[in-house]
């Protein structure tokens, strides 16, 4: 955007235990799983859902879900999308979102510090797409121990989640520097810092596009291949109100189905409203979308959320084996978690079962 830049992500804040409100809900038809999958039976009213970042491609499926209907037909009068940079937990814990598009570091961060009573049920990104981004003619840093010695910098909300990429390498918080920096690359780029921590799908490409050519670190080939945009809520709440989740999945499901089979440039005129919208209403923004870059964004992303696994298993579902690789990053960052104690992917599951074409979600 010129700096469709990204704060991320995100790391412990300072988190108040507190007991979760929950919503209200009105009876259910008994015919809900006879009609369309997703299709209003109840009147789950309005929910919030924290985004981690500032409304532009990365939640191009929610998009969908709000102009097609889905959250509509799921039974939600309305569903406010709450603009970040944010991990949601704090907010989650509070009660003022219901649902929030996290990271397994962040949540399982506070589940271990704090014992939060918190459980991620799907996931958008099987991997993440956190990434120490370096000039391949200056930094160029290509392995971890290419960190030892150089400036890097950091935003201050992302501080956890770098100190977890040298822990999991076994490298020392004083074998590298860390420079406080905003969301904008332009440090990096001016030579004020020998790397950036970045998103492969936001600032990679900003930085690619201005003509430089650049090296990543990804964390999820580093030792932290963990789950992001991870939906998550609270385990009061998903105890409470199972078929609300289960609806809320559903359209999920359906909006991120979109974002494979529509066009493109559909797509990139979807997100570029409401990015604008957003920014009308006052939310964090960096000036003009620029379509060359939500097109190569959407692209890159849709590398993290469609694999194998989802192509088999479908869209949000966590394999097993993936759980027990986030399990194991937050352990080799100091973290130890069991796979129950973060995942609970029972209503995921459970939506396949029973409506197996929601699978196909290629065209």
């Known amino acids: 955007m010129h700096t469709l830049t990204r704060t991320r992500r995100r790391a412990t804040a300072a988190l108040a235990l507190a007991a979760t409100a929950a919503l209200a809900l009105t009876a259910c038809s008994p015919s809900a799983s006879e009609t369309s999958p997703g299709s209003a039976s109840a009147d789950y009213g309005e929910i919030s859902v924290q985004y981690s970042w500032i409304k532009n491609e990365e939640f191009a499926g929610e998009y969908y879900a709000y102009d097609n209907g889905y959250y509509d037909e799921a039974g939600f009068s309305e569903v406010q999308g709450v603009a970040g940079p944010d991990t949601g ?25 704090q014992d939060a009573p918190l459980k991620i049920v799907a996931t958008t990104f099987q991997k993440n797409p956190f990434t120490i981004l370096s000039l391949t003619d200056k930094g160029n840093i290509a392995t971890p121990e290419d960190l030892v010695g150089k400036k890097i910098g950091v935003q ?7 100190n977890a990429l040298l822990a999991a390498n ?11 920096v905003d969301f904008d690359p332009t440090p990096l780029m001016n030579g004020e810092v020998d790397g950036f921590m970045a998103y492969l799908t936001n600032e990679a490409i900003t930085v690619e596009m201005e003509g430089y050519e650049v090296t990543n670190l990804a964390y999820a080939d580093n030792g932290l291949p963990y789950v992001a945009e991870a939906i998550t809520v609270t385990q009061q709440y998903l105890e409470e109100n199972p078929d609300l989740v289960k609806a809320f999945l559903i359209a999920e499901i359906k909006g991120w189905t979109d974002t494979f089979t529509q066009p493109v440039d559909d ?18 923004t960096f000036g003009e979308l620029d379509p060359a870059k939500v097109k190569a964004g959407l692209e890159a992303q849709a590398e993290l959320i469609s694999t194998p696994e989802t192509e088999e298993n479908g869209l949000f579902t966590i394999s097993d084996e993936l759980k027990a690789q986030s399990i194991a990053s937050l352990a080799a960052a100091g973290w130890e978690l069991e796979v129950d104690d973060l995942f609970d992917t029972t209503i995921i599951d459970e939506i396949y079962t029973e409506n197996p074409e929601l699978k196909n979600y290629q065209p």
């Open 156 to 162: 201050d909300s992302n501080a956890s989640v770098f």
């Open 267 to 284: 797509t990139v005129t979807k997100v570029t409203e409401h990015y604008n919208a957003s920014a009308a209403a006052g939310d964090l």
């Open 89 to 113: 937990v704090a907010k989650l814990l509070s009660g003022s979102v219901q649902f929030a598009l996290s990271d397994a570091a962040s949540v399982g961060a506070a589940v271990a510090e």
């Open 170 to 180: 076994g490298i020392s918080e004083d074998q590298v520097t860390v420079v406080p």
